[in-house]
């Protein structure tokens, strides 16, 4: 390079930037002859101060992250929040139970605390009050730094958001399931059965035919069928009338009841436990996933003859091979709904409880039980299962 075509003021002529488009060998050996190179020195010096502190500046989470909050339930400034409203807080991470309590989850209605419970699992915490909020006031929800993740780690500042009480109370109704709750299995593509399976109640399947259900030795009726696997009848929708009429709506009433289920709003439960129920003791309430569900052991869903339970699953759920859900004080099964976007699979020899509302398709394994009724936007397949109306 000529020195002489670098001015004093380091501006770069025509031969600097000739040199800079030679072929990179003819530009090493060209360096290397150089004794004297500031201008080269300085640019390569910023570029690579730049490149480090760009770096820096984005450094790439790890297990080391403070927890965030991602998602509350009400949102920041509802209004019309039901006056029994249980709060929900989720964070980025699993937290430490042991750091969530009515210290760190606080609920304040002006400068006043607000009475409750904090309950948490997972990345889920709950604050449920001792008494109805009063209709019209603001209240905030603060978490504070003193909560942390499993991994020891505090969030980094306070959080917190608002939300106004309504004039109502809140209680979660039923999903009605008109004519489909007729029927214990009810499915539109198919019902396949590996025998020997004990079956107490209808069975209808709509729009296909007769010869999609499989597996049961059926024997012709007018207007049904029977089988020494069903305690009930068999209906499909090739069989003489009024059959198929009462199955489209039976199958219309379906629908219905699942697009009812999925567009409950203002879930009590986000997200809970990053949707492991294993473990889990499930109260009365609205409960929602965007991901897959699963329990690799036994839960228990607690609480009385009334309440209602509605989960929203965006995935697949399903059950490990022997896992049990127990119903404890007074829960009902024909209370207890699970709206599934994806497959249902309960696993060999579990024990399910609740009605199956389910978009993509139902599996009982070999010797699984189900007490509720299996209700398929697609097929349901058997495999030597107990089956019985909640």
Do not use: H
Not at 193 to 214: C, H, K, R, V
Not at 244 to 265: E, F, K, S, V
Not at 283 to 301: E, M
Request: aromatic share 6%; hydrophobic share 40%.
């Amino acid at each position: 390079m000529d020195l002489k075509k670098v001015n004093t003021t380091g501006t770069v002529k025509t031969g600097y930037i000739n040199l800079l488009f030679k072929p990179l060998p003819q530009l090493f050996n060209g360096f290397a002859r150089f004794t004297k190179v500031p201008a080269m020195l300085a640019l390569l010096s910023i570029m690579l101060v730049a490149g480090c502190k760009k770096e820096d500046e984005n450094p790439s989470p790890g297990s080391d992250a403070a927890p965030l909050v991602i998602a509350t339930s009400p949102s920041n400034n509802a209004s019309s929040v039901a006056r029994n409203k249980v709060i929900v807080v989720v964070f980025s991470q699993e937290m430490d139970a042991l750091t969530l309590n009515t210290s760190t989850l606080i609920v304040k209605q002006g400068t006043s605390i607000v009475a409750g419970t904090v309950n948490s699992s997972g990345t889920t915490a709950s604050f449920t009050p001792t008494a109805l909020f009063t209709a019209g006031l603001v209240y905030t929800v603060m978490v504070t730094t003193g909560v942390k993740s499993d991994a020891g780690k505090a969030m980094l500042a306070d959080s917190e958001y608002s939300f106004t009480a309504g004039s109502a109370t809140s209680t979660l109704n039923t999903v009605e399931l008109g004519t489909a709750g007729d029927y214990v299995i009810l499915a539109k593509t198919a019902i396949n059965n590996g025998p020997t399976s004990n079956i107490t109640g209808d069975l209808g399947l709509s729009p296909a035919a007769t010869s999609y259900i499989t597996g049961l030795s059926l024997t012709d009726a007018t207007g049904y069928a029977t089988s020494s696997q069903v305690t009930g009848k068999v209906f499909a929708a090739d069989m003489a009338a009024p059959t198929p009429i009462n199955l489209t709506t039976a199958i219309g009433d379906m629908n219905t009841a699942y697009n009812d289920a999925a567009g409950r709003p203002t879930p009590d439960f986000l997200a809970l436990n990053n949707g492991n129920l294993g473990g889990k003791t499930l109260t009365p309430g609205l409960y929602k996933w965007t991901t897959n569900v699963t329990a690799p052991t036994n839960f228990t869903i607690s609480g009385g003859a009334n309440d209602i339970w509605i989960f929203q699953v965006s995935g697949n759920l399903s059950l490990a091979s022997a896992v049990n859900i127990t119903l404890i004080g007074g829960a009902q099964a024909k209370n207890i709904f699970w709206q599934v976007a994806g497959t249902v699979t309960i696993g060999t020899t579990a024990k399910f409880k609740g009605i199956i509302l389910s978009k993509t398709g139902i599996t009982l394994q070999t010797g699984a039980t189900l007490n509720g009724r299996a209700l398929a936007q697609t097929a349901v397949i058997l495999a030597g299962n107990t089956v019985t109306t909640p």
